[in-house]
T-cell receptor, first 121, second 112 residues
Framework: QLQLQESGPGLVQPSETLSLTCDVS??????????WGWIRQPPGQGLEWIGN???????YYNPSLRSRLTMSIDTSKNQYSLKLTSVTAADTAVYYC?????????????WGQGTLINVSS | NFMLTQPHSVSESPGKTVTISCTGS????????VQWYQQRPGSVPTNVIC?????PSGVPDRFSGSIDTSSNSASLTISGLKTEDEADYYC???????????FGGGTKLTVL
């Protein structure tokens, strides 16, 4: 059974860089049928797509975050990561990682449990 | 840019039927599939409709999805409402021109 687990610092200082990792178990991250995505949800608000990465390193970013965002993939560890620079309070959110399947019509499934990131001094 | 717009909230009584709309703008909603997710309070979103109108295994047949090209919108219909259906519902699709993955703003369903 595929499982995804996010890990991160919990608290990030304003203007610093947020780093998150998603560990994938139950399937190889090199499975060519899938992309690997990040989605976030500010407290009390809706879902926002952040970006996706393919096993070969191809990336797709939300235009609103592109200038601050870098995603990477480590196939040897079966994990992928996100770095978001110059964070502000507006980046406070629950961050989810999820598998994205194009054969399923671009469905995000399954999702990790999410990790709450608070940007505060 | 392609965007999806949902009503902020809907409410209905147990046993009734409710429909949640998801209207596309800046593109043709029928160009790519629409997915629907349910998010109960404090929980992770789960898929209730994929590929416009397909129900994943385990999702009750009370849930159905459709596309209306005339209004450029997708709809999620829940019949025989139960209190357990009370949740936030999000539509999601893909804009192949950019490419970009898009979520609607979410609809809070209250069953009272």
């Amino acid at each position: 059974q595929l499982q995804l687990q996010e890990s991160g610092p919990g608290l990030v200082q304003p203007s610093e860089t947020l780093s998150l990792t998603c560990d994938v178990s139950g399937d190889s991250i090199t499975n060519s049928l899938y992309y690997w995505g990040w989605i976030r949800q500010p407290p009390g608000q809706g879902l926002e797509w952040i970006g996706n990465i393919y096993y070969n390193g191809d990336t797709y970013y939300n235009p609103s975050l592109r200038s601050r965002l870098t995603m990477s993939i480590d196939t040897s560890k079966n994990q992928y990561s996100l770095k978001l620079t110059s964070v502000t309070a507006a980046d406070t959110a629950v961050y989810y990682c999820a598998r994205l399947g194009y054969t399923s019509g671009w469905l995000f499934d399954p999702w990790g449990q999410g990790t709450l990131i608070n940007v505060s001094s | 840019n392609f965007m999806l717009t949902q009503p902020h909230s809907v409410s209905e009584s147990p046993g009734k039927t409710v429909t949640i709309s998801c209207t596309g703008s800046g593109g043709d909603i029928a160009s790519n599939y629409v997915q629907w997710y349910q998010q109960r309070p404090g929980s992770v979103p789960t898929n209730v409709i994929c590929k416009d109108d397909q129900r994943p295994s385990g999702v009750p047949d009370r849930f159905s999805g459709s596309i209306d090209t005339s209004s450029n919108s997708a709809s999620l219909t829940i019949s025989g409402l139960k209190t357990e259906d009370e949740a936030d519902y999000y539509c999601q699709s893909y804009d192949s021109r950019n490419p970009n993955w898009v979520f609607g703003g979410g609809t809070k369903l209250t069953v009272l």
